[in-house]
């Protein structure tokens, strides 16, 4: 069950990192569409508070979830993916990198705490 459930979205998400939420949290679905990309983009999310605590290509993400070229991907977790200190997220051309992607995707992230 969830009791502080929210949805992160945004329409055009790309290599900014961006700080979805603090404190512990859990990730039950995502949503990404990379309708406008020719190529493979990655959606990196890190366990953190800030995005000033994440270096791209160098922190290591605690997920990553492949959004196909002019395609998508939107699992839903039954088991929900556990951040402690917060959700900071971007999107790269590569799983572990810092680049840009071929173009940016539809982002949309449900998110809360279990109660």
Do not use: C, K
Not at 24 to 37: C, K, P, S
Request: hydrophobic share 40%.
């Amino acid at each position: 069950m969830i009791d502080t459930g929210t949805t992160y979205h945004n329409p055009a998400a790309d290599e900014s990192l961006v700080l979805v939420a603090t404190g512990d949290r859990n990730v039950f679905a995502i949503d990404a569409y990379n309708g406008q990309g020719a190529t493979d983009a990655y959606l990196q999310m890190f366990d953190a508070a800030a995005v000033a605590s994440v270096t791209l290509g160098t922190t290591e993400p605690r997920w990553v979830l492949p959004v196909p070229a002019t395609g998508g991907n939107a699992p839903v977790y039954h088991q929900p993916l556990p951040f402690d200190s917060g959700i900071v997220v971007a999107v790269t051309s590569t799983p572990d990198g810092a680049g840009a992607p071929g173009a940016p995707i539809v982002l949309s992230i449900r998110h809360g705490r279990d109660a």
